[in-house]
């Protein structure tokens, strides 16, 4: 069982899944919303319980795909494609260890300026 929350512990979850090798996406919408880019994994919506919905406010940012983050610290949680089986799920907020590691850079056609992507992983221009 992996758990993970908000900053604050307002939200609170837990995956029966091992997390899938995460992506970082440098798209533009991931960079505000998260203050940089935005690492998730991506976890089948019937492996993850959460704990809190009183405290977890949807973004509706595009007509796809919705955005959790905790209404109390703010803290971004989930990338939810509305239609789909499957729900992005931040690494920032796991508790350690994850067992997994990082598997490609996404969108590095809009990253910032400020930094630079050197690690040697696979990256998408989109």
Request: glycine share 8%; net charge negative; charged share 25%.
């Amino acid at each position: 069982m992996y758990k993970g929350s908000c900053l604050c512990g307002a939200v609170r979850f837990e995956l029966d899944c091992t997390p899938a090798p995460p992506d970082a996406c440098h798209c533009t919408q991931c960079r505000k919303w998260s203050g940089h880019f935005f690492t998730s994994t991506d976890v089948p919506r019937i492996a993850l319980q959460i704990e809190g919905n009183d405290n977890l406010t949807w973004f509706r940012s595009s007509e796809k795909v919705r955005r959790g983050f905790c209404s109390n610290c703010g803290s971004s949680l989930f990338w939810d494609p509305i239609e789909k089986d499957w729900i992005g799920v931040a690494m920032g907020a796991f508790e350690h260890p994850t067992d997994t590691s990082l598997r490609i850079h996404i969108h590095v056609a809009d990253k910032g300026d400020y930094y630079d992507v050197a690690d040697g992983l696979p990256q998408n221009e989109h």
